[in-house]
């Protein structure tokens, strides 16, 4: 059974920067992409960012790249979002998410097979 479990959020002023983590319960967590997706209340999910399953290539949505970067430690399991410059409008539930075998790296949530719990950001203007 796989499983994701976010860690990270909280409550964080406008300007202020979070680090976000998700630990992944699987021994083949190096052999697959992974991605970070968002839902604010009212709203649909939105990609944030995708690594693929050796770090070297990532995309991001055009919305956050200046500000959020993903990354990963295959030796902990571990993926992360680096968030800076954070807005109000961050304000959302964060999720992590392991990416389809065998499929290029995508911002479709559709590609994403198991997803983590969530965490959540709130960021007070």
């Known amino acids: 059974q796989v499983q994701l479990v976010e860690s990270g959020g909280g409550l964080v002023q406008a300007g202020g920067s979070v680090r976000l983590s998700c630990v992944a319960s699987?021994?083949?967590?190096?052999?697959?992409?992974m991605g970070w997706f968002r839902q604010a209340p009212g709203k649909e999910r939105e990609f944030l960012a995708a690594?693929?399953?050796?770090?070297?290539?990532?995309i991001n949505a055009d919305s956050n790249k200046d500000r959020f970067t993903i990354s990963r430690d295959n030796a902990k399991n571990t993926l992360y979002l680096q968030m800076n410059s954070l807005k109000p409008e961050d304000t959302a539930v964060y999720y992590c998410?392991?990416?389809?075998?065998?499929?290029?790296?995508?911002?479709?949530?559709?590609?994403?097979?198991?997803w983590g719990q969530g965490t959540q950001v709130t960021v007070s203007s």
């Open positions: 690594i693929s399953w050796s770090g070297d290539s990532t």
């Open positions: 699987i021994g083949t967590f190096n052999q697959y992409g």
């Open positions: 998410a392991r990416k389809k075998v065998g499929l290029p790296l995508a911002s479709d949530s559709s590609d994403y097979d198991y």
